[in-house]
């Protein structure tokens, strides 16, 4: 909506001129401006407040309108997260943090597999087991046997950690 | 400064042009009414020489406690104004 919009629906609704419904909207804001100037703060019932704000801006001060919305108008407007709380979670134990690591880790490397095994290298064959041996860094491979607290002396099934 | 003060001060302003303060008062709240409906139909609310009635949206996002509680807040549409540039002049304070 802007101002023609707003003259013309007065001037349907009140029987006023297009010409005179301007000039009391004209004066009806310059009136709101003037009140703001001089008290700073305008409540309007059903609609919200209004606040004159200055600040310093380096050497010069500028003026800015601060706007309150009535609670009607905040909750409709914000009808689709109302219902929404702040959440708090506890904080996490160290354990806690190395398996999400680990988890964050892992997620990536199926990816990228995944990624590889889409991608149609020409005259290259690369086997799934050569890929995931070359994304593994031998510091992950220190961290799952830290998890893990697997042994040298245990066989490894999969094949993987050499 | 309230609503009665305001339309007093327009019916004086418009005193030439024969409206009684009791029209004036119902314009007003005319006014506002169709600006808040507009608001709570989200859209863009333009009036010339005053301002911008518009939606915007906070993210959602993670902050952190002095006691490292993670507190999650989450997302929200509120009402912003934005005056136009050429009442900057008008709002000016005074220098005495």
Not at chain 2, 45 to 68: L, S, W
Request: charged residues 40%; positive net charge; glycine residues 4%.
């Amino acid at each position: 909506m802007n101002k023609k919009e707003l003259i013309s629906e007065i001037s349907i609704e009140f029987g006023l001129s297009k010409e005179l419904s301007e000039k009391v909207i004209d004066s009806m804001f310059s009136s709101i401006m003037q009140s703001l100037k001089k008290n700073k703060i305008l409540k309007l019932q059903k609609f919200g407040k209004f606040r004159l704000v200055y600040g310093t801006d380096g050497s010069d001060k500028y003026a800015s309108i601060k706007y309150y919305p009535s609670k009607k108008i905040a909750t409709r407007v914000n009808g689709n997260f109302d219902n929404l709380r702040k959440v708090k979670l506890k904080p996490e134990s160290e354990a806690e943090k190395l398996e999400s690591q680990d988890r964050e880790t892992l997620k990536v490397l199926k990816e990228t597999l995944v990624s590889i095994e889409k991608d149609d290298v020409q005259g290259i064959e690369i086997t799934k087991e050569e890929v995931e041996r070359v994304l593994i860094s031998e510091d992950l491979i220190k961290l799952h046997d830290e998890i893990t607290k697997k042994g040298k002396d245990e066989p490894d099934k999969t094949g993987l950690w050499r | 400064m309230i609503k009665a003060d305001l339309v007093k001060r327009i019916s004086k302003d418009l005193k030439g042009l024969k409206i009684k303060s009791k029209k004036t008062s119902k314009i007003f709240s005319k006014v506002f009414e169709l600006i808040s409906k507009d608001i709570r139909k989200r859209r863009v609310v333009q009036i010339d020489d005053f301002g911008e009635f518009r939606i915007r949206r906070h993210e959602m996002r993670i902050t952190y406690r002095k006691d490292k509680t993670k507190v999650i807040i989450p997302p929200r549409d509120i009402v912003e104004f934005i005056r136009s540039e050429n009442i900057e002049v008008f709002l000016k304070p005074t220098e005495k």
